[in-house]
């Protein structure tokens, strides 16, 4: 059957695929086409469907995520005034995902665009998490030094106690 796209005339070819990420699968028939295939100047060819979907938010995820952290940070930097307690929020983001990226590796699943957006909300999840930790240690320090208890590694410690114990982490 003959079709047109564009005033074109089109084929189409139809690849269903199991046991790989889309994006690696494409690459390599991209790669198989280059090398076996002579296209004569009048013929195009377009990848398209599914994996330019995935090229699209690949795209847009590469510059929606960098955004969207410079905005935490900024957040961050606005409720403590301080850019040492936003930076260690920040530095906590990778520590937390690191399970997430062995389990989908344990679990043998690809990276698709449902898995980073998991990841993003992981990230804001940890980071959250960082913040009530963050307010209730700087509370805890407060209390200690208004006690007239100086600010020592020792008082440290046992405001990181008090905090664990209110947080209900200790039993």
């Known amino acids: 059957m003959l079709k047109s796209e564009n005033a074109r005339l089109a084929g189409w070819v139809y690849v269903d695929i199991r046991g790989r990420d889309l994006r690696s699968a494409v690459r390599d028939m991209q790669r198989a ?4 295939v002579k296209i004569a100047p009048a013929i195009s060819v377009s990848w398209s469907g599914q994996f330019e979907y995935l090229e699209r ?30 930076l260690l929020i920040m530095l906590l983001l990778p520590f937390s995902l690191i399970g997430g990226v062995w ?21 804001g999840l940890a980071a959250e998490f960082g913040v009530v930790m963050v307010i209730y240690l700087d509370q805890a320090i407060e209390r200690r030094t208004a006690a007239g208890i100086p600010f020592t590694d020792t008082a440290l410690l046992e405001a990181i106690r008090i905090v664990r114990a209110e947080m209900g982490f200790d039993g």
């Open 33 to 36: 086409v280059a090398e076996k």
């Open 57 to 86: 938010a690949t795209a847009r995820l590469k510059v929606v995520v960098p955004a969207t952290l410079v905005i935490i940070f900024v957040l961050l930097y606005l409720l403590f005034r301080r850019a040492v307690e936003a």
């Open 103 to 123: 389990f989908v590796w344990l679990l043998g699943h690809h990276v698709s665009v449902a898995t980073v957006v998991g990841f993003i909300a992981l990230a």
